[in-house]
């Protein structure tokens, strides 16, 4: 559609929201008459709402049928205006993004600025997709209560810290037309940083300022539950609330003592009260395929994500996935109950989860699964609450699309449950040994909080290098940068002699799967995967055939077991026997003038 028609559809659409509003005051905005219709909901939760004439109401609570929610520089003041009032709120900037926005967490608390260490620490993540906003308005609202309507004893025994909006930039390129997919609210942010990265890919890597403040901030304050607010796509179901971790229900963790404590307490607790307050919750899922009774998936455990990070830094991590097809004050709302639980939940039996984090920080385990993949084989089937829908021809599309009803279905879905599997086993060595001119990697490892052993002479040391068999670079980008794989490597022994300035990182610390993920090559969440080290691809000097060719006929003459070899090789490939470049580059390989250090990865692993 050219420009001109689009804007032409827009203003009819705005004049149609105009008229509606003027005609029914309660009607829904413009935005929504292409979505399906929400089933009718009036949760006791509701009762959560402060009337517009309060002073403290927020500005989602002064018009709930507008769907709003305020820009940074409103919310930052409101906060400033709560921070004012009350000695249990105070603001702690604790980065700066790209375009210059101070990033501010909101933190409550009865023990001034210094934590007791004896209570546990709830953080909640709002905005780091700034379009899913949902947690700072419940923030706002709840943090509000604390301060002035008789919820001060949430912070008896537990620590809140709120970072309202991480993705700032993001959360002030706002539009009305920023999520298609999501009810509310009218006014979103985009999903991407000022530089067009998304901050829910880069728990590993460490690329933006955003990220790498949350993690000093989560270094600083040790919080005990993590929890990322989100707002999902996808299939209509009734779930208003979902949420999950890695380890749920059984499945894989690498934090398998908290992945059972969130399973078998947290869970149920938090269920019950959302239930209580008239939502309904369930788990994180994915719907498989366009059929929405094909099947469901857990999405995936990869450590670039929130969920995936916290199981392999054994911190305990939450992802709330609200439902984008519910109004916005209901998911506002059911976020503000899951939080107040998680409080309630966390003074009664926060030495509980603090034993498990323990537990899972001992852990050293031999070998480590990496690299997951959805697994083909069901693990479980699973009851549903599924949307009635029909199908229809779509004009457009030329196909049959689906027509999600609004209508709860009376009777739950059976449905296969299909999770992931690791697709690589990853061996654990005692250490590994990073270069001193790779100050870069160096400083991400710092920033995820590993502990390093930073060498003051040259130190020579017994290594396995690794050599990188056909590795293939990526013919796209992916959140800025073309990655690199590669299946198989060659060990190496070596003894290698280490600058000044270069790091040994042991594995032997709770951040030892972190590292081990980081640091081999063939790890998907890797450094080299992330193409952070393009430069070992780079062969140096090369050889002329004027050159070669005498010198290989002479290897082939000099060593008989070089000659069978070659031989051998020539019988088998054909298209190797008949390129001419290709078997003098054979024999180049073979001679002390070829590139010694072409792929052999510069981190190496320490022998044991």
Known sequence: ??????????????????????????????????????????????????????????????????????????????????????????????????????????????????????????????????????????????????????????????????????????????????????????????????????????????????????????????????????????????????????????????????????????????????????HIPGELVFGVGGDPKAGLSDGGLGERFSNGWGAAAHVPTILIENHSLKPFDQRVLGTYVFIEAALHLLERDGTGLRAAIRADEALRPAQIPANFAPDPTPQRTVAFKGIQYETYRSEASGRDEIRWLGVPDPEPWSLPFYGSRPTLTLDRPAAYWVPAHRADLIERLTIHGVRLERIEAPRTVEVNMLRLVDPTVAGRTNEGHVAISVKTVEVERRAWTWPVGSVRVSTDQPLGDVVVLLLEPQSSESFFAWGLIPEVLNRVEYIEGYAIAPLADRMLAADPALKAEFEARLAAEPEFAANGDARLAWFYERTPFYDDRFRLYPIAREVQ
């Open 1 to 278: 559609m050219r420009p001109i028609l689009i804007s032409a559809v827009l203003a009819a659409l705005a004049c149609a929201s105009s008229a509606m509003s003027q005609s029914a005051p309660n009607a829904a905005p413009w935005d929504q008459d292409f979505l399906p219709p929400a089933p009718a909901w009036s949760g006791a939760s509701r009762a959560l709402l402060r009337p517009a004439s309060d002073p403290w109401a927020t500005d989602f609570e002064r018009d709930p049928e507008l769907n709003f929610s305020p820009d940074y520089a409103a919310t930052r003041a409101w906060f400033d205006r709560l921070d004012a009032s009350s000695d249990l709120i105070r603001i702690e900037q604790f980065g700066t993004s790209p375009e210059g926005r101070p990033i501010y967490a909101v933190i409550a608390s009865q023990d001034g600025a210094t934590f007791d260490p004896a209570k546990p620490v709830l953080l909640i993540q709002a905005g780091i997709h700034p379009g899913e906003i949902d947690g700072k308005d419940a923030g706002m609202m709840l943090l509000r209560d604390i301060a002035h309507y008789g919820k001060a004893h949430l912070l008896d025994g537990v620590n809140l810290i709120l970072i309202p909006i991480l993705s700032v930039d993001g959360h002030e390129r706002a539009g009305m037309y920023s999520r298609p997919n999501q009810r509310g609210p009218r006014i979103q942010g985009w999903r991407n940083t000022a530089t067009n990265q998304n901050l829910n890919r880069d728990y590993m890597k460490l690329d933006q300022a955003e990220m790498r403040a949350v993690r000093g901030l989560v270094l600083k304050y040790r919080p005990d539950l993590y929890v990322d607010v989100h707002v999902t796509d996808g299939m209509d179901y009734q779930y208003d609330l979902t949420f999950g971790f890695n380890g749920e229900s059984g499945a894989f963790s690498r934090s398998p003592a908290s992945s059972a404590w969130l399973d078998d307490v947290f869970k149920p607790v938090i269920y019950a009260a959302l239930e209580d307050e008239g």
